[in-house]
């Protein structure tokens, strides 16, 4: 079970150091060691792995992080996570000094980092639901309800008995910490995903984006609402970039990776929409427990708000975007694939913070 978070893996190690070699602390070390390339500046990372030979060694290091977490590395998994992103963060914050985003390097890393994570996600597909799927775009929005419906992540017992009955308010303090991951940049993700897109599917998710951005209305802009309930916990901002375990940065990490590919549209497709389907029920048993706890009304507005307005995207997701996207076999088989990414790692997720809170 992974233990490990990024407060572990401050920057220690200076940029100008060869590659490391693989001793016992490898993960954290190669970590470490890379991070404060991020802002040193794209032609300094260019020109310092520009030979073949040099870019190959980095590349290898991060290729052993998947090879070590296909072994059971614990460590390993949240560091290519971690280091995954933090580099995400390169294209979605805007910088405050220097910054590695346009370093052709960089992308190296970046694809290797994301072709790793993709093949440990498909190696937990399971072929027959993959292949189960109907031809009839009529039949296959009922068709994956009931595949979620008999998942793991579906209702799990996190929520259903654990935040429902047992949480206390430092159990949420932790469970908003992980919940970052994907709820503080919701909006961002779904900008990244209307890139190409028309008609119907672009309506619904500027219609969604709409709802994100408060209809208009500053003070009801949905990352602001979220902000709400972090700072009705006091959490910083550095135990917002320090606290998240491998799993929630896996979860964070899927959500970008879909929505930043034009490739990966029908795998965002499914995979939002199991975002957008879940949410309510699972906010409803964070609801309970905030006035099971009597903690202060106003700083759950976002959970409270989101049981209906996600229950309404959804409803608009499936009609709007899933089921028209159905009909052609190589969209409706890359849908079901990304609402599996969803629900795989989601289930894990879940199982893992039960665990820990238990």
């Known amino acids: 079970m992974s233990t490990a978070t990024a407060e572990q893996l401050a920057p220690a190690v200076d940029a100008a150091d060869p590659v490391p070699g693989f001793g016992a602390q490898k993960s954290r070390e190669f970590v470490e060691w890379f991070l404060p390339w991020l802002t040193r500046g794209a032609e300094e990372l260019d020109r310092a792995f520009g030979e073949p030979a040099v870019q190959a060694e980095l590349l290898d290091a991060v290729r052993s992080l998947a090879v070590l977490r296909e072994s059971g590395d614990e460590d390993a998994f949240f560091a290519q996570q971690y280091l995954l992103s933090r580099i995400y963060a390169l294209h979605l914050q805007l910088p405050s000094g220097a ?43 009922p068709w994956l309800k009931e595949v979620t419906r008999a998942h793991r992540a579906f209702k799990h017992p996190y929520y259903h008995e654990f935040v429902r009955n047992e949480a206390n308010p430092s159990d949420l303090r932790r469970y908003i910490v992980q919940e970052s991951a994907v709820d ?30 408060g209809n208009g209305d500053p003070l009801q802009v949905h990352t602001l609402l979220f902000g709400k309930i972090i700072d009705s916990f006091g959490i910083s901002d550095a135990e917002l970039e320090g606290g998240l375990t491998a799993e929630a940065l896996l979860s964070g990490n899927l959500a970008v990776l879909c929505c930043r590919y034009r490739s990966l549209f029908p795998e965002a497709v499914g995979f939002l929409a199991m975002t957008e389907w879940l949410v309510p029920d699972r906010f409803s048993q964070v609801l309970h427990a905030w006035r099971r706890l009597d903690l202060p009304p106003a700083a759950i507005v976002y959970h409270d708000l989101h049981i209906g307005v996600d229950a309404h995207h ?42 820990w809170s238990r």
Not at 104 to 120: G, I
Not at 203 to 211: K, V
Not at 326 to 342: E, Q
């Open 99 to 141: 910054s590695a985003e346009g370093s052709v390097v960089l992308h190296a890393v970046t694809r290797r980092l994301e072709l790793d994570t993709m093949a440990a996600e498909d190696a937990r597909l399971d072929e027959e639901v993959l292949v189960g799927a109907p031809e009839d775009a009529e039949a296959y929005v």
């Open 314 to 355: 959804a409803s608009g997701w499936f009609a709007n975007v899933v089921k028209p996207a159905a009909a052609d076999p190589a969209t409706r088989r890359a849908m079901t694939r990304g609402a599996l990414w969803r629900l795989n790692s989601s289930a894990r997720y879940l199982d893992h913070s039960l665990a």
């Open 184 to 213: 503080s940049r919701f909006d961002d993700l779904l900008a990244l995903m209307q890139l190409g897109t028309s008609g119907g599917a672009k309506l619904e998710i500027a219609t969604n984006f709409w709802d994100e951005m």
